[in-house]
């Protein structure tokens, strides 16, 4: 039951299957033999040098993927009636847009904030024309910058809009839920039981989205959870269930302004600006979700004087290099628990 700190080549594994999922190659293990990573100069000239391996794509995909459950894209099946332009390719191409986007961010070391306001993204015709841009040929990917400010950031993607969206429709539930979840760390309370289900829109007599979830929330019991996904759902509604920009929802006009906070935001800049200015939650979420991944477990209580020691280094300085290293430099990564021998005994048949 006694903890330790890890031998080089304990922490050389442990930093290869975090950064590459794989094992260490000869470099990472003749210095982990010579016992200089424990050195933080060492340690910090290697996590770069694996950070710019092309390796470490498989760890950014695979982070992004889980952190921001774009992965769920390949179970989602929008309704063929509405979306008729949705199919396996564009599907895929939504994940690749996401995915070169977070590497370039990495690779590129900037900001963790620019998350969610980067003038940029990754896109080929096929996407480029779902979002409305008529002056991009060809299936492969290329960088370009955005020249309105509607879809900066992760949250203009429409593989995280489809992924928080019905087939049929979007939902300010599903998006107001991954937003606390995701991005600010407060996960909603579980819904009550034998909610009955929002009332579907009235195509002869058209009411938006945002007036039937008024009337489903009129129930004290489901505007006590409603209260507070719903807002942030609601800033998202322009985007449609597969992340096009829209003006009208059935016919009826589409209002997505929201009070959050004490304060009015009427457009997706407002709703970035007011995320990342609600303190560290943004900050400290980012922290927690590649923790998690990097120690393959869930972070717990004892976890968060490191978590906020890392978020207060990350105060003058949050560049990705700096957080992936307040990660591999923190006890929490770097020490190991032996099994509890009597604990082993007790178990044994």
Request: glycine share 6%; aromatic share 8%.
């Amino acid at each position: 039951g006694a903890v330790y700190r890890s031998s080089g080549l304990e922490l050389a594994s442990r930093l290869s299957f975090f950064l590459w999922k794989s094992t260490p190659d000869d470099e990472l293990l003749e210095v982990a033999e010579r016992g200089e990573l424990s050195t933080p100069a060492t340690l910090a000239g290697q996590v770069r040098r694996m950070l710019s391996d092309r390796r470490s794509t498989r760890f950014m995909d695979d982070f992004i993927g889980q952190w921001l459950q774009i992965r769920n894209i390949f179970s989602q099946d929008p309704d063929g009636a509405l979306f008729a332009r949705f199919n396996d390719t564009l599907r895929s191409a939504m994940v690749r847009e996401t995915e070169l986007f977070f590497r370039s961010q990495v690779r590129e070391d900037r900001s963790i904030r620019e998350l969610l306001s980067a003038d940029y993204t990754f896109l080929n015709e096929q996407l480029a024309r779902h979002y409305g841009l008529d002056d991009l040929y060809g299936s492969h990917f290329r960088r370009v910058t955005w020249t309105d400010d509607r879809r900066h950031g992760l949250l203009g993607h429409a593989s995280l809009l489809t992924v928080t969206s019905y087939a049929n429709r979007t939902s300010v539930v599903l998006r107001g839920k991954w937003v606390l979840e995701n991005l600010l760390g407060a996960p909603p309370p579980p819904p009550p039981a034998n909610v009955p289900p929002l009332a579907e829109n009235d195509r002869r007599q058209p009411t938006s989205l945002r007036e039937r979830m008024e009337l489903h929330r009129s129930s004290p019991v489901c505007a006590s959870c409603h209260a507070r996904m719903d807002p942030l759902g609601f800033a998202l509604e322009h985007f449609d269930a597969i992340g096009r920009w829209r003006e009208t929802d059935g016919g009826a006009d589409i209002n997505a302004t929201i009070t959050w906070r004490g304060d009015t935001i009427d457009s997706p800049r407002a709703f970035r600006e007011a995320l990342l200015a609600s303190g560290d939650e943004f900050i400290l979420t980012v922290i927690e979700k590649l923790m998690t991944y990097a120690l393959g477990r869930g972070v717990d209580y004892y976890d968060a004087p490191t978590i906020r020691r890392i978020a207060r280094d990350l105060a003058g300085d949050d560049r990705w290099s700096s957080l992936v290293l307040g990660i591999v430099g923190s006890d929490a990564f770097q020490m190991r628990r032996a099994p509890d021998a009597a604990a082993q005994v007790a178990a044994q048949p």
